[in-house]
């Protein structure tokens, strides 16, 4: 359990009450939790799942020790016919839940973590491939992190962006925006677009409407 809040006088008296109905044990200050670590300075406060991807890095045993500047290559487009089936699928769509937990604190890989996630029930060794292009890529950017500042503005600011008819198999657009408190990342999304849009305006005006609905 967490307990947040700018007042340290009542935090002690929740954490008081609690004692007093349930075994509980306080750990302190909050530095890890669920394979997030927090760290504090006067500046800010920044979370990362550094650890979580070292054992991620275990766990896979990548025999290729490179590290690649980007996580996807440029349009590239992936098909569910592309390559051959793996002959046991438990591996990658083991790697790739692990990768949609880690783009919890990693908006880097939101894009092809959406769509390698695609490929789950059917995967091929082509996009088998790419997954480990995405883990060549943590590799070398293994301590990246968010950074929350302490002094930032309240104003909210949102962009957004479209791919027209991104899907080769069904021509449907991909949407992803971010919004930010003041200097704060606070929420990220990559999803691909429930219609086919019939042109990139539209795309791109889908996209608008989800980042709206978002703030609102």
């Known amino acids: 359990m967490i307990i947040t809040g700018d007042d340290p006088e009542y935090i002690a008296f929740v954490k008081a009450r609690l004692r007093d109905q349930f075994l509980m044990t306080d750990l302190g200050p909050l530095c890890y939790f669920l394979g997030i670590e927090v760290s504090s ?7 990362s799942q550094e650890k979580y991807i070292q054992d991620l890095l275990a766990r896979a045993a990548l025999a290729d020790e490179r590290t690649v500047e980007t996580p996807m290559e440029v349009n590239v487009k992936l098909r569910p016919t592309d390559g051959d089936p793996l ?10 839940g692990s990768l949609v937990y880690l783009a919890v604190t990693r908006p880097d ?15 091929t060794t082509v996009h088998y491939s790419h997954l480990l292009r995405v883990l060549c890529y943590l590799r070398g950017t293994i301590t990246r992190r968010l950074f929350f500042p302490r002094s930032s503005s309240l104003q909210l600011q949102c962009y957004s ?3 027209w008819a991104n899907d080769p198999t069904d021509r449907r657009s991909l949407s992803a925006y971010c919004v930010f408190l003041g200097g704060s990342l606070v929420a990220w999304k990559t999803k691909k677009q429930v219609a086919v849009s019939h042109s990139s305006v539209e795309a791109e005006l889908r996209a608008m409407a989800s980042v709206t609905a978002e703030v609102t």
Do not use: C, K, N
Request: charged share 10%.
């Open 161 to 163: 962006d479209a791919t």
């Open 87 to 96: 002959p046991d699928p438990t591996r990658y769509r083991h790697l790739v």
């Open 41 to 47: 300075t006067s500046a800010g406060f920044s979370i």
């Open 109 to 123: 890989i939101s894009y092809p973590v959406h769509i390698l996630s695609q490929f789950v029930s059917a995967p």
